[in-house]
């Protein structure tokens, strides 16, 4: 089975740094994602990390730790517009890459 | 515009109805993948098709059927409807390529359905 669990919600302040956590415990792990999803808009690819390590992309930057199952999401130089729901996601190689997402984190973001 | 197309985009009808939703995968893309999404829930995987046949399985409801066309587009049946199938319905589509992917899923806008 596959379990993905991350915070519900989080607050921040405009310009800050936030870091979105999610540990994961899957079968045939094939990749870890995250994505991101305004209310009722479908969600948007962000990133995806295969290998230990971190992988950035602009004022976003994801990291992986297979050995912990952990991956984290750091957003940069906080704009109102990143308020919104962050989706953690596992690939599951057995299922010709199906994604389990957890629950989503709702970051909440303040002038 | 992520090159995956739904209908319809919003929907109304009453328990113990059945809908149908469309969903056509980017161009070349031979994978589809079904969502639920309920009120602030996550998504909940429903089914996958790659290449007409079915792949994988989630936690999808023997009243909700789904298959891929030879054209690659693909439906989702809901039948007997009930409150709780209110939800956005997600459809989602993935390249395969010999060369392996990434896996990186491009969603639809979705279908709302709202039971009533």
């Known amino acids: 089975g596959q379990n993905i669990d991350q915070p519900t919600e989080m607050t921040a302040t405009e310009g800050a740094i936030v870091q979105i956590n999610c540990t994961y415990q899957t079968s045939g792990f094939n990749g870890l994602f995250w994505y991101q999803q305004h209310a009722g808009e479908a969600p948007t690819f962000l990133s995806y990390?295969?290998?230990?390590g971190l992988e950035e992309k602009g004022r976003f930057s994801s990291f992986l730790s297979r050995s912990k199952g952990y991956s984290y999401l750091l957003l940069k130089e906080l704009q109102m517009k990143d308020s919104a729901s962050y989706l953690c996601a596992s690939s599951d190689r057995g299922g010709y890459n199906k994604l389990i997402f957890g629950a989503g984190t709702r970051l909440a973001v303040h002038p | 515009d992520s090159g995956v197309t739904q209908t319809p985009k919003h929907l109304i009808t009453a328990t113990g109805q059945r809908v149908t939703l469309r969903c056509s995968p980017r161009s070349g893309d031979l994978s589809v993948y079904w969502y639920q999404q309920s009120l602030d829930q996550g998504l909940q995987f429903l089914i996958q098709?790659?290449?007409?046949?079915?792949?994988a399985k989630g936690n999808i409801l023997e009243r909700f059927s789904a298959q891929q066309f030879p054209d690659l587009h693909s439906e989702l049946n809901l039948s007997s409807l009930e409150l709780g199938d209110s939800a956005l319905y997600f459809c989602a589509s993935s390249v395969r390529t010999s060369g392996g992917n990434t896996g990186e899923l491009f969603f639809g806008e979705g279908s709302r359905l709202t039971v009533l």
């Open positions: 098709y790659y290449n007409g046949e079915e792949r």
């Open positions: 990390n295969v290998l230990d």
